[in-house]
C-alpha cells in the first residue's frame, strides 16, 4: 500500500516563505508524476504544480514566478517552496502521485491527507 505523508505546513504572515513536503512509502519501484493541489475553503480543489519523473514542471498561473516544485526520485519525496505567499494562498494542500509502480501492484492516483497552509497577518 502507498502512503503520501506530507508535512511543512503552518501559519506565516504575507510575503512570507514555507517549504512543503511529501514522503511516499510503500516498496515504490516508480511513480511518474508527482504534484500539489489545494483546496480553499468552499472552493474545488485546484492543481498547484506537477513535476515528471524526468523534471518537466507545470504550474497554475495563480502561483507561477512564486512557487517551485522539485523532487528527490532516490527518496520518492517532492516539495514546494512557496514564496512570496498571499493571503488567497491559504488553503489545505495536498500531495499527490501518479501512476505508482510498487512491489506487485500498480496505483493509478494516491492522494495525501493535506497540510494547512495559512496566510494571514
Known amino acids: 500500500q502507498v502512503q503520501l505523508v506530507e508535512s511543512g505546513g503552518g501559519l506565516v504572515q504575507p510575503g512570507g516563505s514555507l517549504r512543503l513536503s511529501c514522503a511516499a512509502s510503500?516498496?515504490?519501484?516508480?511513480?511518474?508524476?508527482m504534484g500539489w493541489y489545494r483546496q480553499a475553503p468552499g472552493e474545488q480543489r485546484e492543481l498547484v504544480a506537477t513535476?515528471?519523473?524526468?523534471?518537466?514542471?507545470d504550474y497554475a498561473g495563480s502561483v507561477k514566478g512564486r512557487f517551485t516544485i522539485s523532487r528527490d526520485n532516490a527518496k520518492n519525496t517532492v516539495y514546494l517552496q512557496m514564496n512570496s505567499l498571499k493571503p488567497e494562498d491559504t488553503a489545505v494542500y495536498y500531495c499527490?502521485?501518479?501512476?505508482?509502480?510498487?512491489?506487485?501492484?500498480?496505483?493509478?492516483?494516491?492522494w495525501g491527507q493535506g497540510t494547512l497552509v495559512t496566510v494571514s497577518s
Open positions: 513535476i515528471t519523473s524526468d523534471g518537466k514542471t
Open positions: 510503500g516498496s515504490i519501484f516508480s511513480i511518474n508524476a
Open positions: 499527490n502521485a501518479r501512476s505508482v509502480i510498487t512491489r506487485g501492484a500498480f496505483h493509478l492516483e494516491v
